[in-house]
């Protein structure tokens, strides 16, 4: 069992950056794949980022990529997902997801079924 908890979430102005954290508890967080996922207001929850737990690949959504950046501190147990040029459309609430997948695959890590583990979510509102 493993227990997550996302912070850092909040108000920021379009443009600015926010740094998200996952710190899990309960268990040795390097042996475990991380997720983040997001849903906004009316909408599906939708894939973020994910980091692999062995080689610390990380695969990214289209919306996302080359604004947001996922990278882990297994020392500290805490995954984290920096994001800069933030839009009003990256509003939402952004939840950290884990599970022991051996998968290095974007296909599988993408997918919200393949996590065991959730957070409780943290609330991420960007201003025009």
């Known amino acids: 069992q493993v227990q997550l908890v996302e912070s850092g979430g909040g108000l920021v102005q379009a443009g600015g950056s926010l740094r998200l954290s996952c710190t899990a508890s309960?268990?040795?967080?390097?042996?475990?794949?991380v997720g983040w996922f997001r849903q906004a207001p009316g909408k599906e929850r939708e894939f973020v980022a994910a980091?692999?737990?062995?080689?610390?690949?990380?695969y990214y959504a289209d919306s996302v990529k080359g604004r947001f950046t996922i990278s882990r501190d297994n020392a500290v147990n805490t995954v984290y997902l920096q994001m800069n040029s933030l839009k009003p459309e990256d509003t939402a609430i952004y939840y950290c997801?884990?599970?022991?997948?051996?998968?290095?695959?974007?296909?599988?890590?993408?997918?919200?079924?393949?996590?065991?583990?959730w957070g409780q979510g943290t609330q991420v509102t960007v201003s025009s």
């Open positions: 997801a884990a599970d022991r997948h051996r998968s290095e695959s974007w296909l599988i890590l993408s997918q919200q079924r393949t996590y065991e583990y």
């Open positions: 309960g268990r040795t967080f390097s042996s475990y794949a």
């Open positions: 980091i692999t737990w062995s080689s610390g690949r990380t």
